[in-house]
């Protein structure tokens, strides 16, 4: 059994990605989408959020998207054949070594843009000053997980052929 970790900043398509890859029968989960399992968290109190909030500049800076590594170690653990998880947290590096395998999928700034302003699933990154964040920090983010050994994944093809490739990965890791 495989577990995968499949990563990319806002508008990669992370998302649509978990549902092609459940259509094609792998065990795919987001983490935006398991009850619990993500949580906005006040970084000076430690505050959960447990309001509706808006995710502008000042709330993104003062707020992390936080995982919760028992739960997804729990989750991990409950399975007994390959699985893929997608998503993005900012504790993302306390969980990465639960995978075998991290993916990064990557697109030019203009379209994670657009793919953020054309979803209906998810209102991260449609305020401006959270596009600017996200434009100020994508290079780092992903220079990062390049530099831990992840492998890029071309997310400009279109969603089916990305998804065909991160299949082809699976396989051959597996």
């Known amino acids: 059994m495989k577990k995968i970790f499949i990563t990319g900043i806002s508008g990669t398509g992370k998302t649509t990605i978990a549902h092609l890859l459940n ?8 983490i935006d989408e398991v009850l619990g399992l993500c949580v906005w968290k006040n970084k000076i109190s430690g505050k959960l959020v447990d309001y509706e909030a808006e995710l502008n500049e000042f709330f993104i800076t003062t707020h992390d998207w936080i995982c919760d590594v028992d739960m997804l170690t729990r989750l991990l653990n409950e399975t007994i054949e390959t699985i893929v998880v ?18 990064l999928l990557q697109c030019r700034p203009e379209t994670f843009i657009k793919r953020i302003l054309e979803r209906k699933d998810n209102d ?19 220079t990062d997980l390049l530099g831990k050994g992840a492998i890029s994944i071309d997310a400009e093809q279109p969603v089916e052929d990305v998804a065909q490739t991160i299949v082809s990965l699976i396989y051959k890791l597996a």
């Open 23 to 30: 259509a094609k029968g792998i065990h795919a989960i987001s």
């Open 86 to 103: 997608l998503g993005i947290a900012a504790n993302q590096d306390s969980f990465l070594h639960l995978f075998d395998k991290t993916l």
């Open 124 to 142: 991260f990154g449609k305020d401006e000053t959270a596009q600017k964040l996200l434009l100020a920090s994508y290079k780092k983010f992903e």
